[in-house]
């Protein structure tokens, strides 16, 4: 592996001392590029761009082509685990994701099995090893996955839900088949990540996307509980052990502390969250990654440049902040926008470091 | 005005002694009740069972025929003030509603005003007379209003929305106007709830479903501060003044001791907070309503009885508490187990007073 030439990202990390606040941005690679959405077109189907390592490699430089980011973020998607479990993944454009089976009782889950990452999955370690030849060290390259929880809710629900009404009828009707899963995930997810490691990826980091939808206390017992998990696996790695570790819980901003106590390295905040308050909560024991609005993206560059300034001053100076969106960019964004935001980053941050 | 032969919930909504934890639940009236969904057919859509008085009035009533609530709430809509102001709604049912104008610049603003509440809205103020006739002061009659960011989000979008891209895009593009629409809306939303109160409702309760979709930072500023105007208003008048107001952010967990701040009665607490963790932090001023977890009454009366004792234990003993979902109640779930949640609340809770 060639050294890194930017390092930023795994200093900030870490909490190491950093010239200037590191920047990366969730669904980076996507659709408010054009080029994405031809290379997109040019594979067929959004499962089919996952798919191919080539194409999937493109669309995960393209943004660094345009802006000085400070990592790339793999292109895949947080339910090709349960596909290559059988359950038949399909992607509808506005629509989302679709599965041909659902899991809701035991005997479903009997029939599932831990996905071999390179002999099932092998198309995502393929996308990793020439990502990272692509790269040549230019910056590091972020793995993930879903979190159990998350991934849960579409493989009971079979598709995006509102209400989650099987998945969380599920935690007072058959809590049982449901911790099944989730352990099965955990241990899925976990090999998943250790071969994103060993093929390449230098961070991991887990989508809790859908955590914020459970009580304040089903969350640690079904959701957090078997990121907890997956954190210790990949800690007890000789291989792993060292590649930071970022949770992100959307909507999980009542939660923090519980979060910064499983040994992640560091927490991903949404936007409903002030990073100032997050830091002097967990700001000891973790790193934390956020928290602009998306919708900041909808203005100009000189409002841009002021949200920036207003997430940054609310850190505070130091060190263990990562810079990004509190959730994904949107597809109607302008990627002028998008250069203005990692430039006012990078050039308001010095003041901090 | 007959005097309240059960009067549970204004007393804890003032934080005064009650014999038992009052209890209704957040869409009551709904298509969970086969008899609902026969009005509703009857009706011929949903915007006319909402606008013909006589048919709001039979569907607030059913759910009090088959359980002991300790309240009624208005069978209304959250959009009947946009539409009174000749936006044009409609709701597809499984799709939400839609409207034929949006409201995106000045211009659009400027062809709006006020309406008045017994002219433009007086199917609403009728609903509430024949319901308070018909209740002839078995229970307190609940009336209500959505929130001025939440109402603006439908009068932006046009519809429903995942990302609410153009209202909070406006937030930071033309923030001029959304605050123009805003204080059109709580001027509205005061008159409208006024009028409710003069046409006899005993507590009025304002829904800002997507108070949590804003920033940190936006939250104060284009959702909280116009809520905090409509109490002022309700308060102001000598004929409201008395009523109890709850308000009620979903997601709004991290924002509590804000908006018990603002000088409304009760906050309304959705599960993904501890409701012993708010009672700690705002029980000193305000009354808290909820927060069991909806999927809850997919299981069965036991489980059910078990988590209706856990919510009432983590309130804790004494004054204060109106149980209630931490949202709206599925249509999937059984009527039955409805009826053993009224029952576990009433009987589990005599042991806290």
């Not at 250790?194 to 980091?205: E, L, P, R, T, Y």
């Not at 440049?305 to 850190?315: C, F, K, Q, T, W």
Request: charged share 25%; glycine share 8%.
């Amino acid at each position: 592996m060639p050294k890194l030439k930017n390092d930023r990202l795994i200093r900030a990390l870490q909490r190491k001392p950093v010239d200037m606040t590191p920047v990366w941005i969730m669904r980076q690679a996507g659709r408010y590029l054009p080029e994405y959405r031809k290379t997109r077109e040019q594979a067929g189907s959004f499962v089919k761009l996952c798919q191919t390592p080539e194409l999937a490699c493109e669309v995960t430089l393209q943004p660094l082509r345009r802006f000085p980011l400070d990592a790339a973020i793999l292109f895949s998607d947080i339910l090709t685990i349960p596909d290559a479990m059988g359950l038949g993944l399909s992607v509808v454009e506005k629509q989302g994701p679709r599965f041909e089976k659902v899991i809701r009782s035991q005997d479903d889950l009997n029939k599932l099995g831990v996905p071999d990452p390179e002999a099932e999955l092998g198309y995502v370690m393929d996308a990793v090893r020439i990502i990272k030849q692509e790269l040549d060290g230019k910056v590091p390259l972020i793995g993930f996955a879903g979190s159990p929880w998350t991934i849960a809710t579409y493989m009971i629900e079979g598709a995006s839900s509102k209400e989650f009404s099987h998945a969380k009828g599920m935690i007072y009707q058959d809590p049982k088949t449901l911790h099944g899963l989730l352990d099965l995930l955990a241990r899925s997810i976990s090999e998943y990540l250790k071969a994103q490691i060993s093929a390449g990826v230098n961070v991991v980091m887990v989508f809790d996307s859908w955590g914020g939808a459970l009580s304040d206390a089903s969350y640690p017992e079904f959701s957090l509980q078997y990121m907890q998990q997956i954190v210790n696996e990949v800690k007890q790695s000789s291989e792993a052990k060292d590649i930071p570790v970022i949770l992100f819980t959307k909507g999980g901003g009542m939660w923090l502390d519980q979060i910064a106590n499983v040994g992640c390295d560091a927490v991903g905040l949404d936007w409903g969250v002030n990073i100032g308050y997050a830091r002097r909560k967990i700001g000891d024991r973790v790193a934390l990654q956020g928290n602009l609005d998306t919708a900041v993206l909808y203005s100009n560059p000189e409002r841009i440049r002021e949200e920036v300034g207003n997430v940054l001053h609310a850190y505070g100076h130091g060190d263990g902040h990562v810079f990004n969106l509190g959730h994904g960019i949107h597809p109607e964004i302008d990627p002028e926008n998008v250069a203005a935001l990692v430039d006012a980053v990078h050039e308001l941050s010095v003041d901090y470091h």
